[in-house]
């Protein structure tokens, strides 16, 4: 009897949850109530159930005036994807998709959560009154039932879809993948050191306010009170007010509207209604200790670094703090205080405060007399209530307060930054912020840490027959002057013995201050870490100090590399990431590449020297974790043959810092599978946040994304990219399979071969199934486009609202289903030159191209341009019967009797061609990637390079990647010159 009421109870049980109470509320307000050209909706999901909610669909509704579109700006949405989806004619739609818990009874989100802005690009006037899911004009918390939301069953658990949905309160189709949707990124790392004030939320500057050096940020509003002068530029995502005799010395960019009073100036460009994306101040978790510290009056005592509860100095009480990290519950300076940092230009002082940050009046915050590291210092406080530096302050060092209001009080002086949820700068302060580098750059390329302006101290092993460095730094401020070793920076600097420490001064050309960067350089015949697969060390012997202690996983290379500052070394094998983003999701795994990395590739793992003799065919980084995409039957992968690529990782390189010193060569990245969320939809092979790399003789191939970018997503902007393959790489929705470029910075693009990218993204907006470029000044030359195919526009390129220069290029046989096979110009000009465009369904489309010396199929307008065929050897196998560009079978070579010889511009062209065959400087240059060689001539090899006075042919150095058929590799060899062996 008791097993018998045991089992009704558990089906009772079972009954009772299959009957949970599912139920919400949503409230909703306009954080923009007062500004006529945005909306900004702020809204709450109230769990009115029983039952722990995991998973929730809702809608914001709105419609736009006729013809125009609407931008998007996520300002903090937390745990939820969010896109704007266009229905019909004006009726738009804001999706958010939730992704997490919200708990019997819980509101998600927080207060300051979940706000978006809506705004039309030119900022005019946008008129809500037109919005279904308006909310109604208040700054107050109401319930709409306007937003529907559903769950993960599609059960609609609150609300009323709009009537004309034709719907029936059920949810309208989602549009097809890419049909005006806007994939919604996460906010950016905030630039420490760049700004001298930063204000989430606002930024107040009050009369007679002086700011020297850096940027004025916020995401959202600034205000420059009267007679205020900023010698700086004012960056925002909103508006900005000048008040009365206000004077910027610099630009001002925003994407909302200036408004201004009398006599106001500002000595740069000024651009409003501009794409703004939000940053995020940086977030520490702070665990004091219990240990009070207290310090009487006019006492002094000397803080070791450590966990301790509670500080307060008493009036005139002298406190030092030593190099390293502290943490405190509160941190107090009464009126009169010295604080003393005893900095050295190595090791920071790192401040973090869990509940108070409090200085009060005549307090001064200071660095021993000629130690010019004021941003080494850092106090980073988790206080949600506001943080108060007093009256008449001296104040070196950075604060940031990413949950409270920064008041900085009248007649205080700052020499550093100023970062906070808001920013309130009282009358008559003062704040210099010490000038920084942009980027640490030198010959040898590697140097540790990862660069960070605001670290000063860096260290790198280099080669011991180097006997000069060049030091090349960047200054992220204008008007300094920056020294290397007291001399200008393009004097080298001697090396001698096998430490030498080299200066790098920042000075203020006003005298406002100064920062000392030390770069201490040591000569090794030990500057390289080793890497293979293959290490004859059993797992935990290896160091990478030779190829016999190699390390087998190319993390811990990274890892010692951004410690030590030496170069890699990888040797031919198959190397997967293994270092997580997301400790739970083994997919977020990914390479890591940080500034001062260089990894050479192509190894057989016996070189003495840094000349590799393996093939960068058989060095693959590959995001094939689980070792099963050898299973593919044909690429692009069939629906079948998905279930094979659901394990990949989303980003098999990632690269970040924000400088031009990382630089990859001889390796071939693959295998990348970016259908995640977010950011993990995009950058499938490469992703690459903020940093100009460089990449040199490397294969991009068969990386597969949901949208942009599955080769290289690209962010930070690539300084060059020279002899590389990109080779099937597919996006399924918005642009550029093979490249994606938006950093709007230079990249130079010169002897690679983009071959059979797919974008297929039907939507008139998307294309690019080799390259999209966005706003970059961007150079290609000696390359070839084949095969690539766009369902939108832009078969090889969709060039949006860029300058794009074309020299000695050749394309053919790429298609697009809207405008352009070959090239497709959207508010943006072309300059085409010595270029063969040919069979690419449409060949230049749209807006302004300059087009002289080319071989255009059906002519175009332009000087020295002709459209007869151009009589390629082979259009059947472009790549030849080797499966090898550069080599002497490459299908489009040109034959003997082509009009394309002889025909192009001589000046300007390339010295070589895409296979290193010296052009002539004369006359004689041929049209396209190819110079013309006589095939039939004996005894003679026409196709390599010199290296150290050698020859090599180019099927030795392997100029250009290519596996012929990749869907079908099954192992690699270790051979000398030894391509991939295919089953």
Not at 45 to 51: A, H
Not at 699 to 722: L, M
Not at 781 to 807: D, E, M, P, R, Y
Not at 834 to 843: A, K, P, Q, R
């Amino acid at each position: 009897m008791r097993k018998h009421c045991t089992i009704l109870v558990l089906i009772m049980a079972i009954i009772l949850q299959s009957f949970a109470d599912r139920s919400v509320q949503v409230f909703s307000r306009d954080e923009g109530f007062a500004e006529g050209n945005i909306s900004k909706p702020r809204i709450y999901i109230k769990n009115t159930g029983d039952d722990t909610l995991t998973f929730l669909r809702y809608y914001y509704y709105f419609t736009t005036e006729e013809s125009k579109q609407p931008v998007f700006d996520d300002y903090y949405s937390p745990d939820v994807n969010i896109a704007i989806e266009h229905l019909h004619d004006s009726l738009y739609r804001v999706k958010y998709e939730f992704d997490g818990n919200i708990f019997p009874g819980a509101m998600y989100p927080s207060e300051v959560e979940n706000v978006i802005g809506l705004h039309y690009p030119n900022w005019s006037p946008w008129n809500k009154e037109n919005d279904y899911s308006k909310s109604f004009g208040t700054y107050i918390n109401i319930l709409n039932e306007n937003i529907p939301v559903y769950d993960e069953n599609e059960t609609l658990l609150f609300g009323i879809e709009p009537p004309d949905t034709g719907n029936g309160g059920t949810p309208p189709p989602p549009p097809p993948p890419g049909n005006d949707t806007l994939v919604v990124l996460p906010a950016s790392t905030f630039p420490m050191g760049y700004y001298a004030v930063y204000g989430v939320e606002s930024v107040n500057i009050a009369d007679s306010v002086t700011i020297k050096n850096g940027k004025i940020g916020s995401n959202t509003y600034i205000e420059v009170g009267c007679d205020a002068l900023l010698q700086g530029d004012i960056v925002a995502g909103g508006n900005l007010f000048l008040r009365e005799r206000a004077s910027v010395k610099g630009s001002v960019q925003i994407a909302g509207i200036v408004s201004r009073q009398n006599g106001t100036s500002v000595s740069g460009s000024e651009t409003d209604s501009m794409h703004y994306e939000p940053v995020q101040l940086p977030v520490v978790s702070v665990t004091p200790g219990v240990v009070n510290k207290i310090i009487p009056v006019n006492q002094s005592e000397t803080i070791y670094p450590g966990a301790y509860d509670t500080l307060i100095a008493y009036a005139g009480a002298t406190v030092t703090l030593r190099p390293g990290t502290y943490s405190f519950s509160r941190f107090m300076l009464e009126p009169d205080v010295h604080l003393v940092a005893e900095l050295n230009g190595g090791t920071p002082i790192i401040v973090n405060i869990q509940n108070m940050f409090r200085i009060a009046d005549r307090c001064t915050v200071d660095l021993p007399i000629g130690k010019e590291y004021p941003l080494s210092l850092q106090f980073y406080t988790a206080q949600t209530e506001q943080v108060f530096i007093g009256n008449k302050v001296v104040f070196k060092g950075v604060v940031c307060a990413p949950e409270a209001e920064i008041s900085v009080n009248s007649r205080t002086k700052v020499f550093g930054g100023v970062y906070g949820k808001k920013v309130l700068i009282q009358p008559n302060v003062t704040l210099c912020k010490p000038p920084v580098l942009a980027d640490l750059y030198h010959s040898e390329i590697t140097f540790a840490p990862s660069f960070d302006p605001l670290n000063t101290f860096y260290t790198s092993i280099i080669s011991q027959d180097a006997a000069t460095l060049n030091v090349l730094p960047t200054a992220e401020d204008t008007g300094i002057t920056v020294t290397v070793n007291g001399n200008n920076p393009a004097i080298p600097v001697t090396l001698s013995g096998s430490s030498t420490d080299i200066t790098i001064l920042l000075t203020d050309t006003d005298g406002c201050s100064s920062t000392r960067y030390l770069l201490r350089v040591q000569r090794s015949p030990n500057y390289m870490i080793y890497v293979n697969d293959d290490s004859p060390c059993t797992p935990g012997t290896e160091d990478g100090e030779t190829w016999a202690t190699a390390w087998k996983d190319l993390q811990d290379a990274l890892d010692n590399a951004a410690i030590t500052g030496r170069e890699i070394w990888v040797a031919e094998g198959m190397y997967n990431p293994t270092k997580r983003i997301e400790s739970t999701d083994v997919r977020s795994a990914t390479f890591l590449i940080n500034p001062g990395i260089e990894i050479k590739g192509g190894f057989n793992g016996t070189e003495p020297d840094g000349v590799p003799v393996g093939s960068p065919y058989n060095t693959l980084i590959s995001g094939d974790i689980s070792g099963n995409d050898g299973s593919i039957g044909v690429w692009p992968p069939t629906i079948s043959d998905g279930i094979y690529l659901s394990d990949n990782v989303y980003h098999v390189v990632t690269t970040n810092g924000n400088s031009k010193s990382i630089h990859l060569y001889r390796l071939v990245i693959q295998g990348g599978v970016a259908n995640g969320k977010g950011y993990n939809k995009i950058g499938a092979g490469i992703f690459n946040k903020n940093s100009s790399p460089a990449i040199e003789y490397c294969g991009i191939r068969q990386n597969y994304s949901d949208s942009s970018g599955a080769g290289i997503y690209d962010e930070g902007g690539f300084v060059s990219i020279v002899s590389c393959l990109f080779k099937n790489n597919v996006s399924l929705s918005d642009n550029g399979a093979g490249l994606y470029n938006k950093s709007r910075k230079p990249i130079k693009i010169d002897g690679s071969v983009f071959d059979g990218n797919t974008t297929k993204d039907s939507s008139s907006l998307s294309g690019g199934g080799a390259i999209y470029i966005s706003g970059a000044l961007t150079e290609i030359v000696n390359s070839v486009f084949t095969l690539n195919i766009a369902k939108g526009k832009g078969g090889a390129i969709f060039n949006n609202g860029s300058i794009l220069k074309l020299v000695n290029c050749t394309f053919y046989n790429n298609s697009a289903t809207k405008g352009a096979g070959g090239i497709n110009n959207q508010l943006a000009q072309s300059t085409i030159v010595n270029t063969i465009l040919w069979n690419n369904n449409g060949e230049i489309s749209d807006t302004i191209s300059n087009v002289n010396y080319s071989c255009i199929r059906g002519g175009y307008p332009g000087n020295g341009n002709i459209s007869s065929l151009p009589e390629f050897t082979s259009t059947i196998n472009p790549e030849g019967a080797d499966g090898k560009y550069g080599t002497n079978d490459d299908g489009l070579r040109l034959t003997g009797n082509s009009p394309c010889l002889d025909n192009a511009l001589t000046s300007g062209a390339p010295p070589v061609d895409i296979t290193g065959i010296i052009r002539p400087s004369g006359s004689g240059v041929e049209i396209g990637a190819y110079e013309y060689v006589d095939l039939n001539r004996t005894n003679k090899t026409f196709l390599g390079r010199m290296r150290d006075g050698v020859f090599y042919e180019t099927a030795d150095i392997d100029r250009i990647l290519q596996l012929s058929n990749p869907a079908k590799i099954c192992k690699y060899s270790k051979s000398r010159y030894h391509r991939v062996i295919r089953a």
